[in-house]
């Protein structure tokens, strides 16, 4: 599927639009409710993609608005494309499908990753221990599909035209002995391997550098080919991921991700450190 086609993504063009439509318009949530007899939290939950869309949702929105026939198809074919079904809607159980479909859609990737190794380079092991202790309760077959779900992401680094990934790791993620010593031993080993590839780079923030700008916890910024779809931060929470999707919201992500980067390692030296630490847990 390529880079920006996926539903997820069609469907929040679809309903910024939407919304844009409304307020060019100069109509209110209440307005069109009214108009379209519906309640005001329909309407309120399609702008903001809580919930899907209908073709005809959509047709009597734009009627609505008074949109042109010419943009009235387009957007209508768009909740078409936006209601396909993607690889990853069979794990929707146990993932978050609107950030995996973001994922699968963009071209660079920022994530910093305090106490565990970021999803997309973790071994088979590393993941399988890791999903035992967060969740002890997982029955065999469901950790095996969570192992499933991660190396399909996986393989978006390994594409014609891959995924670009910048990782910030702290050093803290290496050392924490997830699964025992001798599957520490492997995800390190990996490590080692994947930041050879020219798609991804790999820093490691160092305990001697102390504080650092990402101290509050992890992030990931998600930035995708097509100008008119703008950059998205993604923040997993217990209870409940959240979004960022507002430009002064990601601009200080980005700002916060590259000054870590900048007090963080270089690839060289953290390739260096992740051996160094390889040795140590011999």
């Known amino acids: 599927m390529p880079r920006g086609s996926s539903p997820t993504l069609r469907k929040r063009r679809l309903v910024s639009e939407l919304r844009r439509l409304r307020e060019a318009a100069d109509l209110t949530i209440e307005d069109v ?40 198809e387009e957007l209508v074919q768009l909740a078409r494309d936006a209601r396909r079904r993607a690889w990853w809607d069979e794990f929707g159980d146990i993932a978050p499908g609107r950030y995996v479909g973001f994922e699968a859609d963009a071209e660079w990737v920022r994530t910093y990753q305090g106490l565990m190794v970021p999803g997309l380079l973790q071994s088979e092991a590393y993941t399988r221990a890791l999903i035992r202790a967060v969740l002890p309760g997982a029955e065999p077959a469901e950790v095996d599909r969570r192992v499933e779900l991660r190396k399909a992401r996986q393989a978006l680094l390994l594409e014609d035209d891959p995924l670009r990934l910048h990782v910030v790791v702290d050093e803290a993620a290496l050392r924490r002995l ?74 200080r992500y980005a700002d916060m991700f590259a000054r870590l980067s900048a007090q963080s390692l270089d690839p060289a030296a953290s390739s260096a450190l992740i051996g160094r630490v390889a040795r140590e847990l011999a």
């Not at 329909?42 to 993609?49: A, F, H, L, M």
């Not at 305990?207 to 995708?224: N, Q, R, T």
């Open 33 to 72: 409710a009214e108009r379209l007899e519906c309640s005001a939290s329909k309407i309120s939950r399609i702008e903001t993609g809580r919930v899907g869309v209908t073709p005809r949702d959509v047709r009597d929105m734009l009627s609505a608005y008074g949109a042109d026939r010419a943009t009235s």
């Open 178 to 251: 997830v699964g025992g010593p001798e599957v520490i031993a492997e995800q390190l080993a990996r490590l080692t391997e994947v930041g050879k590839l020219r798609n991804i780079t790999l820093q490691v923030a160092p305990f001697e550098a102390g504080g650092h700008a990402a101290m509050d916890g992890p992030f990931v910024i998600l930035s995708f080919p097509e100008q008119s779809d703008p950059a998205v931060v993604y923040i997993e929470s217990p209870k409940g991921d959240v979004y960022w999707e507002q430009p002064a919201d990601v601009a």
